[in-house]
């Protein structure tokens, strides 16, 4: 089994809780990417959140606030799911579709962040064709707090 170091995207694009999040629109858009993972700092590249484009959608746009004021500590999302770089691949992607995660954030022992895996990074780095298939089902799957408003 591969391990996630193998798998991951290392060096992720990160932002600071600090910044707008016009500006972690931007870089979503320019990485060609759905989140952002959030750093305590520069420095300690220590992971605090993550900011996703479902979280813009939902939490600014949405709610008719404004990106380029409302700062990307006020939507990110600060409960995280991580693994390890030394991890089985499959730790991860069980840990995505239990918890329906599109993508994982990989983290050292020291939780700085040092790569992340997407669903993409699963389906094509990794020859399991089946996991895979099963992985985005559980991850794509409805659960009834999504129809409440209906």
Request: no cysteine; aromatic share 2%; hydrophobic share 45%.
């Given at each position: 089994m591969k391990k996630c170091s193998e798998v991951m995207t290392k060096n992720p694009a990160c932002c600071l809780p600090s910044d707008a999040v016009s500006?972690?629109?931007?870089?979503?858009?320019?990485?060609?990417?759905?989140?952002?993972?959030?750093?305590?700092?520069?420095?300690?590249?220590?992971?605090?959140?993550?900011?996703?484009?479902?979280?813009?959608?939902l939490k600014v746009?949405?709610?008719?606030?404004?990106?380029?004021?409302?700062?990307?500590a006020d939507v990110m999302t600060r409960t995280i799911i991580t693994c390890h770089a030394d991890?089985?691949?499959?730790?991860?992607?069980?840990?995505?579709?239990?918890?329906?995660?599109?993508?994982?954030?990989?983290?050292?022992?020291?939780?700085?962040?040092?790569?992340?895996?997407?669903?993409?990074?699963?389906?094509?780095?990794?020859d399991q064709p089946e996991g895979t298939a099963r992985m985005v089902k559980d991850i794509s799957r409805p659960t009834t707090k999504n129809f409440k408003n209906l």
């Open positions: 500006q972690a629109a931007q870089w979503m858009k320019r990485e060609n990417v759905g989140s952002i993972p959030v750093i305590e700092s520069e420095q300690s590249k220590k992971l605090i959140g993550i900011v996703t484009d479902r979280d813009l959608a746009v949405a709610d008719g606030r404004d990106a380029k004021t409302t700062k990307v991890d089985d691949v499959q730790k991860a992607v069980d840990a995505m579709a239990k918890n329906q995660l599109r993508r994982i954030p990989v983290v050292d022992s020291e939780s700085k962040i040092v790569g992340i895996i997407a669903q993409a990074d699963v389906a094509t780095r990794v």
